[in-house]
């Protein structure tokens, strides 16, 4: 299994850019890192996803450095709707020789006025 | 779309009752994966079945627990007998099989009571 190791809580206002590090030092090869979003009394939703370099879309930006063992989730100019848990996920889920995929512990965001 | 459904969205029944949680995936998934999530323990892969048959199954905690997936749009996941340890949310996911690891789509979720 690939561990993931992420802070427990974060704080932050409204606009403010939030970035989220997690650590994958046991990462393979034909691993992807996804991130994941949770709100109370939902399922996670899917926020991104990357295998290296950076990935931005409409709502985030992943960065992974080269050597793959750690990535951010930026989060710009965050809401009160931003308030979640932040699942960091390692894996390569179907193809084989690389980890199954696990969520975390997740990471708390809190978003204050 | 109707999104992944599950059913039903509460269950509290008692120790030693058979339960059975469903679950409709989305159209033209291929994937789909039973999570379990409690606060001890956080959300755990279960099981996940690729075109309907189980690829992994090293998740289910025990002989008591079985999945099945009889075609592409319906699955089950039974706990028979059921004990208080097994009080959890239950969530459904689906995902389309692209050779690599897709976004998962997850389902409302079944919170379970066991008395």
């Known amino acids: ?113 | 779309d109707a999104g992944v459904i599950q059913s039903p969205r509460h269950e509290v029944t008692e120790m030693g009752q058979e339960v059975t949680l469903r679950c409709k995936p989305i159209s033209g998934h291929n994937s789909l994966f039973w999570y379990r999530q409690t606060m001890m323990r956080g959300l755990e892969l279960l099981i996940y079945f690729n075109n309907n048959v189980p690829i992994d199954d090293s998740g289910m905690p025990e002989d008591r627990f079985s999945a099945k997936m009889p075609n592409a749009s319906f699955s089950t996941l039974k706990i028979q007998p059921s004990e208080p340890r097994d009080s959890a949310v239950y969530f459904c996911a689906s995902s389309r099989r692209t050779g690599e690891v897709g976004e998962q789509y997850f389902g409302p979720g079944t919170r379970l009571t066991v008395t």
């Open chain 1, 1 to 113: 299994l690939a561990k993931t190791t992420q802070p427990i809580s974060m704080d932050s206002y409204e606009g403010q850019e939030v970035n989220i590090t997690c650590s994958h030092n046991n990462i393979a090869t034909n691993d992807y890192i996804t991130w994941y979003q949770q709100f109370p009394s939902q399922g996670p939703r899917f926020i991104i996803q990357g295998y290296k370099t950076k990935v931005t879309n409409e709502v985030a930006s992943l960065f992974i450095p080269a050597d793959r063992k750690s990535s951010t989730l930026s989060l710009p100019r965050v809401s009160l709707s931003d308030t979640a848990v932040y699942y960091c996920l390692v894996g390569d889920g179907f193809t084989g020789g690389g980890n199954k995929l696990t969520f975390g512990t997740g990471t708390q965001l809190k978003v204050e006025l």
